[in-house]
């Protein structure tokens, strides 16, 4: 059984481009999050997604957007990057009910802007 | 943005012993999830605690909720050198943002 995909696994983007990752969720879950990894730090919430609609937001600008598929499937956006972002971007699926044994994460996709 | 206060923020331990580590919070939560994240890869859940005060184990893991629900300690018995990685601790409240702490990174040698 698959876990929780995520492409590309390494990318370098210039700054001010805009830059879209994916996420495939475990097979059954519903739900997407997507968090913001800084080198050295913890994981920050940047949004979550059900039933192809945004949940809830963390403290993101609006330069990060996202959007969720109907097969559960999502992807992040970022425009006009900037050298703070790049990070470790991962994607962690679940079940709405919150089994939080369920909640998978991603190995993440690593961006570097330049 | 908000982080959890985890402390040691590393630690280097010989192989056999045990280790804690804690995690607080200036606010409450409804739910403490401790991490475990190697190289190159995503979080992976080591123990989930849904209760103040609950103690939980998982092998030679044992963690424990907080009373007063702003704080959580996770504790490793009998070390292992797979134990080396960053330990993240995360906190719920009444939404389903997770709030992670700092990290703490253990180091255990032979």
């Known amino acids: 059984d698959a876990g929780v995909t995520q492409s590309p696994t390494h990318l370098i983007k210039t700054r001010g481009q805009q830059v879209t990752l994916r996420c495939s969720p475990k097979?059954?879950?519903?739900?997407v999050s997507w968090y913001q990894q800084a080198l050295g730090q913890g994981p920050q919430f940047i949004f979550q997604?059900?039933?192809?609609?945004?949940?809830q937001r963390g403290n993101f600008p609006d330069r990060f957007s996202g959007h969720q598929f109907p097969n559960y499937s999502s992807e992040l956006n970022v425009n006009a990057l900037l050298l703070g972002d790049s990070a470790l971007y991962l994607c962690a699926s679940s079940f709405l009910d919150r089994d939080y044994y369920g909640y998978t994460f991603g190995s993440g996709t690593r961006l570097t802007v330049v | 943005g908000q982080q959890l206060n985890q402390s040691p923020q590393s630690m280097f331990i010989q192989e056999g012993e045990d280790v804690s580590m804690n995690c607080t919070s200036s606010?409450?939560?409804?739910?403490w999830l401790w991490y475990k994240q190697d190289p190159g890869e995503g979080p992976v859940l080591l123990i989930a605690l849904y209760k103040a005060g609950e103690l939980t184990s998982n092998g030679r893991l044992t963690a424990q909720f907080g009373i007063t629900r702003k704080d959580s300690f996770l504790n490793i018995s009998a070390s292992i050198p797979s134990d080396v990685g960053i330990y993240f601790c995360?906190?719920?409240?009444?939404?389903?943002?997770?709030?992670f702490g700092t990290g703490t990174r253990l180091q255990v040698f032979p």
């Open positions: 995360a906190g719920l409240g009444n939404t389903d943002k997770l709030i």
């Open positions: 097979s059954g879950h519903d739900t």
């Open positions: 997604y059900y039933e192809e609609e945004e949940r």
């Open positions: 606010s409450i939560f409804n739910t």
